[in-house]
Structure formats: structure tokens, C-alpha cells
């Protein structure tokens, strides 16, 4: 098998996003924490490679963060690529190829690659060797670096079991509690200099997913709503030294929350405009409906419908499938 050098573009810069750096900055997941701290502890004394670790949950959980505090704690290399950007067996070798003894691979997406990959890279990870067919149809073994694959997938069941079966650690990212997601917003309000009270903090909570990825977006449009909306229309101020006649500039008050939330039309639990247009839907309808009424009365196709509107619906309790359709719960 001719390896053929990977394009670097598809290697993807998972540090140039604001993300925690290290386990103390990372808020929960503390039955993922403890055990990697410990795994890492024993990785240093060894002076070898992590365990190859699987990391499974929704979109946006900190999978990718955890892999990056994970390659810095270690004071390694981590080289991070998602599944569907390696098309070929080759390309693959050619990543394993570049990496020094202990180095991370992350593979985000994982369940995303091929067979003919997958087989390539259990193997890998097995016994640090690469299998190739040579022109004249005989195998030979090359030897590669030891290392750490680190798989993040929002669908494990979608991956192999000779793959799930080489990963020594799985965690399942858990969703995060309602006072873990006030910690992560203060956090970002923080590091984008908003002040505020605890109270409005958490008001802001209870119209935001607890996704960190979701509540970092919501935080960044306080931000920018706050620094453009002119000062004298900012409500009770938070006496802040330096504000002008005892109002900081960055200050998000309880007023000012109110007009974000009606400015960015953001309801109960995250909910958006094309979520209310679902249940507006489902209310005139009042009679089960299919997956495919719904989208065409949104205008968006029906995987759209599943995977981006449904599951904070379905996570707050506003409806239920049935056999005859999606049903309004009272």
C-alpha cells in the first residue's frame, strides 16, 4: 500500500477556542475527572501512554476540551482530526506515522469512519503496528510510536465492537446541573468583563440549554448586546468604580436581561423562534402529526426537524412521540 501524505488542513486547531485549560477550569463531569486524573497520574510515573479513551454524549458536552486539558496535563502532543475527513486507509498511516511516543490522536466524530479505517486503526492501537499489503500481495508489519487515540462520538452505537473493545476507558459526558450551568455562566460573563448579580445569573440560566457549548454562544451575545446598548438605557445600575455617575458600562442589569431575552427572542429553556413556530404547529393541528407535516410547515427538512428543534423540546417536556405522531403534552 503506497502511503500518500494527509493534507494538514484537515487536522483541526482545537486551541484556538476559548476553553478551559485545565481540570480545575473544567466545570463537572466529575466521574470523568476523577478517573482521568488518576489515569494520568499512573501515565507519568510509567513514563509510557494513557490508556486509549472513548469519549461518548451530546454535541457540545466538552468532549474536545477534555482531550485537550487530557494532551496538556500530560505534557504531550495531541494531533486532532474528526472521522469523516479520512477517506482512505492511507491517510490514517500517514497520521499514525507522525506521532511521537505518547502523543494523543484525537478523532472527533469517530463513529464517521470506514471499516477499511477502522481496521487499520484497532490494530494500531493494539499492538502499535501498521498492517500493509506490498505490491507483490504479501503483508508487512511496520512498527509505529506508541500512543493515546482518544475517540469522541455523539453515537457509540454506531462504532464497531472490535474498535469500542481496544478503548480501555469510556466515559459518557452527563448533562450538567443547573447549578454547574450558573458556575459556567458566570465563568464566560467573567472572561468577557459582564457584571452582574447572582440573581440575574440565575434568571439567565433558566432560558439556556445546559449544553457549555450553548451557554458560551448565549454569553457572547450578552456581550455584545450589552456593549452596544446605550448606557442610560440600562437600568439600576451595580455601582462599579470608574462607571459613568455609578453605571459600569459592562454591566447586565435586570432590566437590561429582560430586553436581551425579548431583543434575542430566547424563552424558557433555550427555546428559539422555530421552536415556538413547532409547537404553534402541533397546537392548531390538535391531532398527532408526523415528522414530515411538521417540516414542511417549517420549511426545514425532517433530519433538521429531528436533530435540531426535537430534543430540547422533548428535554423540557413540551411533546411526546407516539405511534401516530409527535403529540403537545399539557
Keep these: 500500500m503506497e502511503i500518500k501524505k494527509i493534507n494538514t488542513d484537515k487536522l483541526l486547531n482545537i486551541n484556538t477556542h476559548a476553553r478551559p485549560n485545565n481540570f480545575d477550569e473544567f ?47 500530560g505534557q504531550v502532543n495531541i494531533k486532532a482530526v474528526t472521522g469523516y475527513a479520512i477517506t482512505k486507509p492511507s491517510e490514517i498511516i500517514s497520521i499514525l506515522n507522525t506521532l511521537e511516543t505518547g502523543d494523543i490522536l484525537f478523532i472527533d466524530e469517530i463513529h464517521r469512519l470506514k471499516p477499511n479505517i477502522e481496521e487499520v486503526l484497532y490494530i494500531a492501537m493494539e499492538d502499535f503496528v501498521i498492517d500493509m499489503v506490498m ?23 454506531s462504532l464497531s ?12 459526558f452527563m448533562e450538567y446541573t443547573p447549578h454547574e ?42 456581550r455584545d448586546f450589552v456593549i452596544t446598548t446605550p448606557l442610560e438605557t440600562k437600568g439600576n445600575p451595580i455601582k462599579e468604580k470608574g462607571g ?33 413556530k413547532y409547537l404553534e404547529i402541533l397546537e392548531k393541528a390538535d391531532r398527532p402529526l408526523g415528522v414530515k407535516a411538521i417540516a414542511v410547515q417549517l420549511w426545514i427538512n425532517e433530519k433538521a426537524v429531528e436533530e435540531d428543534v426535537e430534543p430540547l423540546l422533548l428535554k423540557l417536556w413540551k411533546i411526546e412521540k407516539s405511534a401516530a405522531g409527535r403529540i403537545l403534552v399539557n
Design 135 to 157: 505490491p507483490e500481495w504479501w503483508n508487512v508489519r511496520i512498527p509505529i510510536n506508541p500512543f493515546t487515540l482518544i475517540g469522541a462520538t455523539t453515537k457509540s452505537e
Design 161 to 172: 465492537q472490535p474498535i469500542k473493545n481496544r478503548f480501555v476507558y469510556n466515559f459518557h
Design 181 to 222: 450551568k450558573e458556575i459556567i455562566i458566570k465563568k464566560y460573563l467573567d472572561k468577557y468583563e459582564i457584571q452582574t448579580s447572582d440573581d440575574v445569573i440565575k434568571k439567565i440560566s433558566e432560558k439556556v440549554d445546559a449544553v457549555p457549548r450553548e451557554i458560551h454562544n448565549l454569553c457572547i451575545k450578552i
Design 27 to 73: 466545570i463537572g463531569q466529575e466521574h470523568i475527572k476523577g478517573v482521568v486524573k488518576t489515569a494520568i497520574e499512573s501515565w507519568k510515573k510509567r513514563k509510557w501512554h494513557i490508556g486509549h479513551i472513548l469519549f461518548s454524549g451530546p454535541s457540545g458536552f466538552g468532549k474536545t476540551t477534555m482531550a485537550n486539558i487530557i494532551s496538556k496535563q
Design 244 to 276: 459613568v455617575g455609578g453605571i459600569s458600562p459592562n454591566t447586565l442589569t435586570e432590566l437590561l436581561r429582560d430586553k436581551f431575552l425579548k431583543h434575542s427572542k430566547i424563552d424558557e429553556g433555550g427555546m428559539n423562534p422555530l421552536h415556538a
